[in-house]
């Protein structure tokens, strides 16, 4: 619908929906004219995730978003306003590690949450236990993953968010023996429930940090290091099917305080995360970053540090049939 209606019209048929008061920014991401077409949605998120305080945004797939509040998560259309909670099952948050993961399987349309925990210390035992619910189901089961023979948990630690780009989730994991702790990619396929191990090229292994988002259907990394006087970001895109390769798409150097690349728009800006200090205070902002003309532009969007997600949208009936 939203490449037929004109942004304005479609705000309008929102606003004589039922329940519609106005939610912090939202934008139609995969519009060219980001950041210009915001509006505020708030009162339209389900009463569950209303009562929540600590709600951070998992990821999205095929038009739903899920939400995590770490005991439960939330999966919500906003389309249709449809929502289904999801209660995690127990772990030992004092001694393990836990990672989540959300997307929907593009055989047969189920979404599913993917639950990893892993120890913390050295505790004997450094095997991943993986758990996932199938909303067809109703429950959580234990994967089989163990198939998976080079798979490595013992060395690897898992890190949030994940991403869920062509029917698999992502995350980056980290080598702990390793003194520079070489990164990698685990991936987890949503319609055989198999992981995959992904290695990455040595200048991609041995940043300091890697972040995923995604770009239409492609996976992108945003691997950086940090220098004493400013702050660069590669942008790098994976290409490929099997034999998966990486694309570097440009760099982005800003002198700024601090700054932490969140997505890339349908037009192909970087979409940054802007932490600043000014008058003793940390400033948070959002800005665009243009490529090829390497310029910033401010959006006039601030919020707390840490605190900004984005991601991906699209208008779906999923959850159709389902009740909360």
Request: proline share 5%.
């Amino acid at each position: 619908m939203s490449d037929k209606l004109p942004f304005e019209i479609q705000i309008e048929i929102m606003k004589k929906l039922p329940g519609y008061l106005g939610l912090r920014y939202v934008s139609i991401f995969d519009d060219d004219n980001f950041p210009k077409n915001m509006v505020d949605l708030s009162a339209i998120l389900p009463d569950s995730a209303k009562q929540s305080t600590t709600l951070s945004l998992v990821g999205s797939s095929q038009g739903l978003l899920c939400l995590y509040d770490y005991f439960r998560a939330i999966i919500w259309n906003p389309w249709i306003r449809k929502s289904v909670t999801v209660t995690f099952p127990n772990f030992d948050y004092r001694n393990y590690g836990r990672v989540v993961g959300f997307g929907v399987c593009p055989r047969t349309s189920d979404p599913k949450l993917v639950q990893i925990t892993f120890p913390r210390y050295s505790l004997g035992n450094n095997t991943w236990k993986v758990e996932v619910f199938s909303l067809s189901l109703g429950f959580w089961r234990i994967s089989s993953f163990n198939k998976i023979s080079d798979l490595p948990c013992g060395s690897f630690e898992l890190s949030s968010p994940s991403e869920c780009v062509g029917g698999f989730i992502y995350w980056c994991a980290s080598n702990k023996d390793d003194p520079n702790r070489s990164w990698v990619i685990i991936s987890f396929d949503l319609t055989n429930e198999e992981f995959g191990v992904i290695y990455l090229p040595d200048s991609l292994a041995r940043c300091r940090l890697v972040d995923l988002s995604k770009h239409r259907e492609s996976l992108v990394l945003f691997p950086y290091d940090y220098n004493i006087a400013f702050y660069d970001c590669d942008v790098w895109m994976m290409e490929g099917g099997v034999t998966k390769s990486f694309k570097k798409l440009f760099t982005i150097n800003s002198t700024n305080d601090f700054v932490k690349p969140l997505a890339i728009s349908y037009n192909g800006e970087a979409v940054l995360e802007i932490v600043e200090s000014f008058r003793k205070k940390i400033v948070s902002s959002i800005d665009t970053y243009e490529p090829s003309s390497k310029r910033f532009k401010c959006t006039t969007i601030t919020g707390e540090s840490g605190c900004t997600s984005i991601s991906s949208y699209t208008e779906t009936m999923l959850l159709r049939d389902y009740y909360d």
